[in-house]
């Protein structure tokens, strides 16, 4: 049984950092891209950052490259995220997310949360004085 779990969120000011962490389980962590999406309150859920180990690929929304950081840990089938000089708009519910497939996939268009199969239960950041 797939099973995603994220932790790590939580309230933090602005220009402060947080990782995040999505264990998962149930599947061949090695051989899947595994995702992050985000849905702030009243938008709809977008995608941000995909790690990809068969080709040792990473990739972060354009939008946020230069603050947030993905990386993974193949033997705790564990996938971070790495978020720096965190801002207001930063404050969302954060999902981690895989379809299983072995490359990561373009998740950065409206909608592209549809593609995925299997998702955590979110953790919560909060970014405020």
């Known amino acids: 049984q797939v099973q995603l779990v994220e932790s790590g969120g939580g309230l933090v000011h602005p220009g402060g950092s947080l990782r995040l962490s999505c264990a998962a389980s149930?599947?061949?962590?090695?051989?899947?891209?595994i995702n992050w999406f985000r849905q702030a309150p009243g938008k709809e859920r977008e995608g941000i950052s995909c790690s990809d180990d068969s080709e040792g690929k990473t990739y972060i929304a354009d939008s946020l490259t230069g603050r947030f950081t993905i990386s993974r840990d193949n033997a705790k089938k564990t996938v971070f995220l790495q978020m720096n000089n965190l801002k207001p708009e930063d404050t969302a519910v954060y999902f981690c997310?895989?379809?299983?497939?072995?490359?990561?996939?373009?998740?950065?268009?409206?909608?592209?949360?549809?593609?995925?199969?299997?998702w955590g239960k979110g953790t919560l950041v909060t970014v405020s004085l």
């Open positions: 149930g599947f061949a962590f090695h051989y899947a891209a």
């Open positions: 997310a895989t379809d299983l497939a072995q490359y990561c996939r373009d998740i950065y268009y409206s909608g592209a949360y549809q593609d995925m199969d299997y």
